[in-house]
């Protein structure tokens, strides 16, 4: 069955530092979104992404965020400097159509120390 | 504004007994989706259902239903004799029409199920 992956699992910085997660989406999928889990709240919308343009992001998703495809399999989460506050689960999801569910990667824990 | 409520925080259940999560939302569009998905301790998001605005129908699927009521702008989820293995924190989530356009989640309601 078709999955979305996401890579690291896991990782820890150092505040100030640049990090990118990767995804790779599902592959006959056209809407992809990455998403915010700080622990033990709830899931947070950052950006979705279509036709190689970013279509909405929210108020999170400042100049320290962007967002790439650059091969038209990867899709990619950079923040710039992180800072404490950026610790949570990062969750990346496409979806093939209009309406269709999202399916969701593992997500990776990002750790600013 | 859209906007997802699951009022209840924590539940707790023995075995087998019945359980139901509550989600109400709020839209203005008269087209959109409605979802459930499980966060087991784990930490994936693994989606259980969907439904959009025009079918009310209600749903099973196992021990799982599903009430979808547009009068009251609910979405309840039931499981049925619940098991140790539901516990989890199960996220209502709601969706605009429009490809893009992102799920807003409610805050979830952790659900512990012992034996």
């Known amino acids: 069955e078709p999955e979305v992956t996401q890579t690291p699992s896991h990782q820890v910085t150092q505040m100030g530092q640049e990090v990118i997660l990767r995804c790779v989406p599902i592959s006959n999928h056209l809407y992809f979104y990455w998403y915010r889990q700080i622990l033990g709240q709830k899931v947070e919308f950052l950006v979705s992404f279509y036709n190689n343009e970013i279509s909405e992001k929210s108020e999170i998703f400042d100049d320290q965020f962007s967002v790439e495809r650059p091969d038209g399999s990867n899709f990619t989460l950079k923040i710039r400097s992180t800072k404490l506050e950026d610790s949570a689960m990062y969750f990346c999801?496409?979806?093939?159509?209009?309406?269709?569910?999202?399916?969701f990667g593992q997500g990776t824990r990002l750790t600013v120390v | 504004a859209q906007k997802v409520t699951q009022a209840q925080t924590e539940i707790s259940v023995v075995e087998k007994e019945d359980v139901t999560l509550d989600c109400v939302y709020e839209?203005?569009?008269?087209?959109?989706?409605l979802f459930w998905y499980k966060q087991p301790p784990s930490g994936e998001l693994v989606f259980l259902i969907r439904r959009n605005s025009f079918d009310e129908q209600n749903e099973i699927s196992g021990r799982y239903s599903w009430n979808f009521q547009k009068s009251t702008s609910s979405f309840n989820f039931t499981i049925t004799a619940s098991q140790v293995v539901d516990s989890a924190v199960y996220f209502c989530?709601?969706?605009?029409?429009?490809?893009?356009?992102?799920?807003?989640f409610g805050a979830g309601t952790r659900l512990a199920v012992h034996p």
């Open positions: 989530a709601l969706s605009e029409t429009g490809g893009y356009n992102k799920l807003i």
């Open positions: 999801a496409s979806r093939g159509r209009d309406g269709a569910e999202a399916f």
């Open positions: 839209t203005r569009d008269t087209t959109y989706y």
